[in-house]
């Protein structure tokens, strides 16, 4: 697994945390319900209900609130995704037949030429959108002593124009992110 999708693996390892928790909630209630462990199923939670002090039930209620934000930040983080690449036709005349181009084929030279780049460890890019109006997504993974100046200059004046003309377009309008790779090419010296 690389390290451009750690969201991901954090979400698994969440995900299967509190799938356990919900799991041992869930076998421990119905062990007690069965008399199966040292609870009774009849018996009081407190046997002697003393009110907690107000302090209690305001840390509780921030507490509560501060995970439920929490959550929802989670929620509305699995909604945001890369767009969606489609296949562009180019077709003049459906009698004569039709070309057909996967706009994730049209952006795998232009990948592996960034990825070339000194300084960049991997790269990942989604065209998306129509013909008359793509748009282009990327993640540029740089090592550590990468030049992120350096590296957004080649796309910009190296990278984008081969692609633009490649693809037969004025305009591309592009998003690059930048994260930073956890491993560094080794030096020669």
């Known amino acids: 697994m690389t390290n451009l999708n750690r969201p991901a693996r954090l979400n698994r390892v969440l ?6 928790v919900l799991l041992a909630a869930g076998a421990f209630t119905v062990a007690t319900h069965f008399d199966l462990t040292v609870f009774v199923a009849d018996a009081p939670l407190a046997p002697e ?7 209690a039930f305001v840390v509780t209620a921030c507490v509560a609130i501060v995970l439920g934000l929490l959550c929802l930040r989670w929620i509305l983080a699995q909604l945001a995704r890369a767009p969606k690449a489609r296949t562009w036709r180019f077709e003049q005349d459906p009698a004569l037949g039709r070309t057909e181009l996967a706009t994730s084929t049209a952006v795998a030279p232009f990948v592996d030429e960034v990825t070339a780049y000194p300084g960049v460890h991997a790269v990942r890019a989604t065209l998306a959108g129509r013909r008359e109006a793509p748009a282009l997504a990327m993640v540029v993974s740089a090592e550590q002593d990468g030049d992120l100046a350096d590296i957004r200059r080649r796309i910009d004046t190296v990278g984008l124009p081969r692609l633009r003309q490649a693809l037969d377009l004025d305009v591309v309008p592009v998003t690059i992110e930048f ?7 080794a030096r020669t010296l």
């Not at 995900?15 to 356990?20: K, T």
């Not at 209900?49 to 302090?55: D, K, M």
Request: glycine share 10%; proline share 10%; no cysteine.
């Open 15 to 20: 995900l299967g945390v509190l799938g356990f």
């Open 179 to 185: 994260r930073f790779s956890s491993r560094t090419r």
């Open 49 to 55: 209900l003393i009110e907690p002090p107000t302090w």
